[in-house]
Each structure stands twice: as C-alpha cells, then as structure tokens.
C-alpha cells in the first residue's frame, strides 16, 4: 500500500524540477532572440551563420565529458558545475563590447548544457521507480514544456522595451537563483552518500570514452541513431538559427511579436 500511495514525483525531484524550469525559462526568455543580439552587435547574416557554427563545436567537446562526469561525481554535483559555466556566461553576455565576445559565453553555456542536459534525464530515472519511470519522464517533460511558453513572450518585452543587455541582466538573476539552489542540493547529496565514488581519472575517461566511440560506430541502432539526430540538427539549424532575422529584416516583425511566436510554436510542439 505504500507504495501506492508515493506521489509520481518526490520532493527532491520537484525542487530539481523547479530549478530546471526557472533555469530554462532564463534561457529562452533570450535564446529564440539571439540572432538579433548579434545583429545589434554588428553581425551581418554571414557572420551570424558562422557564430552559430563555431558555438556547435564547443557541445562536441563538452557533452561526453558532462554524461561521464555525472556517473564520476554524482547527478547534482554535474549540474552544480555546470550552472556555474552558465553564470559566467551571463556575465559574458551583459558585458560583451561585440558579437565576437559572445563566442566565449556560448563556450561556457555548452559547458553549461553539456553537463546538466545528461544528469536531468539521469536523475529522473533515479527519483522513480521501474514502475512509474513512464509516467514521471512524462509528467516531467510536460512541465518542462513551460519554459518554451513563458520564456519567449517575456524575452520580447524585455528587449524591446529595456533592450538586450536588461534583459540579460533579468535573465542572468534568475538562472543564478536556481544555481544556487542547485549548489546547496548538490551539498546535501554529498553528504548524504553512504559511501565515497570512485574518484575521476583520465585514464577512466579514456577507456569509457573509447567504449562509446565502438557502439556509436558498430553499425547497430545506436549508429543509426546517431546519424539521424545528426541530419535532424543540421537540417533545423539550416532554418531555425536564422528565422528570427528573416522575421524582423524582411517580414518586419516586432521582438514581442516574434517572442509570441516562438511561444506558439512551444505550444504546438506540445499538442502534436
């Protein structure tokens, strides 16, 4: 009967999911915007192009190296680290003199998602049991779902009417909010450990490293995988890295408007 009556979602893992939401809400309260930070910052269409090109390069190197550490040193001392990479992007981005500046902070944000994106799914399945893991990742990745609604339309205000670097100040308090709380989550699971992990190595991250470059390239399911999330990216970032200055450039939409509009397309990702 106890088991019955435990609720889908436990208390460490609705705090976590908070801090998750209020971090992600930060981001895309400016992230469907970028192109145009840019573009004020001197940027033509080509160089903007290529900013997001180069700023592909830093998840490459940071994504592995985030998933192993998470299994090195434990969910929410990955996330803290890389909420602290974040931070220091923020800071970045409010005082970046040009878009050529803007290279670094998205260095550190890659570093940022690189290490928090593989502990988020990993700690969820964590916090539920084999029974109920279904329903969690669902009712989890339905809250998430706000972040694309709410963040967009309020990034639009903010930076049409304050202009970018208020809104990247805005921004940047609320995702340092939820470090914060990251950090101090990250504390008690330490102490709460019964016993010591094995300490990280590079000799580890080699051997671990090389088995996951043999399954990637074994020419099973995770190859094809692999293959096909890869088109995927290429072909929306073709597209969707650009939108914003074919919406503000040719089709003359305002930053609230085209804040309104990442804000539907969230919700009609979530109906389909």
Request: aromatic share 12%.
């Amino acid at each position: 009967m106890g088991d019955d009556k435990r609720p889908l979602l436990t208390n460490r893992l609705k705090l976590f999911m908070a801090t998750m939401i209020l971090a992600n809400v930060a981001g895309n309260m400016w992230r469907p915007l970028l192109p145009l930070y840019l573009q004020e910052l001197g940027a033509d269409v080509g160089q903007v192009g290529l900013f997001f090109t180069l700023g592909a390069i830093a998840p490459l190197l940071f994504q592995v190296f985030g998933g192993w550490l998470s299994d090195a040193i434990g969910r929410l001392q990955a996330v803290a680290i890389g909420s602290m990479a974040g931070v220091v992007g923020y800071v970045v981005y409010i005082l970046a003199p040009s878009w050529h500046w803007l290279l670094i902070a998205t260095a550190t944000g890659a570093m940022a998602s690189s290490f928090v994106a593989p502990s988020y799914m990993a700690f969820i399945a964590e916090e539920s049991t084999e029974e109920t893991r279904g329903r969690v990742y669902g009712l989890s990745s339905t809250l998430f779902q706000i972040v694309g609604i709410v963040g967009p339309p309020i990034g639009g205000y903010l930076s049409q009417y304050l202009g970018f670097r208020s809104l990247f100040i805005i921004s940047g308090v609320l995702y340092t909010a939820a470090t914060i709380v990251r950090l101090w989550m990250a504390r008690d699971a330490s102490r709460e450990q019964d016993s010591p992990r094995e300490r990280p190595s590079f000799a580890k991250l080699r051997t671990d490293f090389g088995a996951m470059i043999g399954l990637v390239l074994a020419g099973g399911i995770v190859t094809w995988i692999f293959i096909s999330d890869g088109v995927r990216d290429v072909t929306f970032g073709l597209a969707f890295q650009l939108l914003p200055l074919y919406m503000q450039n040719l089709m003359g939409l305002s930053y609230v408007q085209i804040g309104w509009l990442s804000s539907i397309n969230s919700v009609a990702t979530m109906l389909f």
